[in-house]
């Protein structure tokens, strides 16, 4: 049912460990974004993938670290987390060769940093 | 870059009422204006949009208008059902490749 698939929903990590968020899409679309929802805060833009290029990066901090392999793939690579980091962590693709049209969402990857 | 407020954050109606949810931009160069709707523990999922060359919108109970000038765009929902009870986001979009700008997000509750 859904086109854009998200693995884990639910992640508990320590400040120390490594670990990393997948999304896959089954759209055809060209590009893929990741967006971080927090409580009372607005859909937080963090990378954006376009034709597998980043085209993207909102000034997030370097723990954070993107990997796009082909277009039907994208990863979140975490490491040294922070409790504030806590959040719902969002996919999304889109049709085109350019940042446009109607985002198609995961249903999120909700990691809590202990 | 562009900036959208949202308001209001929360809003109760009582089933069959009407519900407005108010979204001011800042960029007059805007030109795309989307709602999406996330209902609890779900994606969000667009529900209606609108383009700069448009100034209102229908699709059954739902509305979206315009106001260019004033840098303002809303939403309208008719007829409230319980199924309505989620939280909306508006969103606007400068022109070129330049990724959407999101509201805060209004949680609405339709109450049976």
């Known amino acids: 049912e859904t086109g854009v698939t998200q693995t884990p929903r639910h992640l508990v990590m320590g400040m120390t460990n490594k670990k990393s968020l997948k999304c896959e899409q089954h759209?055809?679309?060209?590009?893929m974004y990741w967006y971080k929802q927090s409580a009372k805060k607005p859909l937080e833009l963090m990378f954006v993938y376009s034709l597998e290029e980043r085209v993207e990066n909102n000034s997030v901090p370097s723990r954070f670290s993107p990997e796009c392999p082909n277009s039907s793939h994208l990863f979140l690579h975490l490491h040294t987390l922070q409790p504030e980091d806590s959040a719902l962590y969002l996919c999304?693709?889109?049709?085109?060769?350019?940042?446009?049209?109607?985002?198609?969402f995961g249903e999120g990857s909700r990691l809590t940093v202990l | 870059g562009e900036n959208v407020e949202q308001h209001p954050s929360t809003l109760s109606v009582q089933e069959g009422d009407s519900a407005v949810i108010k979204c001011t931009y800042s960029d007059s160069a805007s030109n795309y204006f989307p709602w999406y709707k996330q209902e609890l523990g779900k994606r969000p999922q667009l529900i209606i949009d609108?383009?700069?060359?448009?100034g209102e919108k229908k699709d059954q109970r739902i509305a979206v208008t315009l106001n260019k000038t004033a840098k303002h765009f809303s939403l309208h929902i008719t007829e409230t059902q319980p199924e309505d009870s989620a939280v909306y986001f508006c969103a606007a979009r400068s022109s070129g490749n330049t990724p959407l700008v999101f509201g805060k997000g209004t949680r609405l509750s339709v109450i049976a």
């Open positions: 999304a693709s889109s049709d085109g060769q350019v940042v446009a049209g109607e985002l198609f």
């Open positions: 609108i383009r700069s060359n448009v």
């Open positions: 759209l055809g679309h060209n590009a």
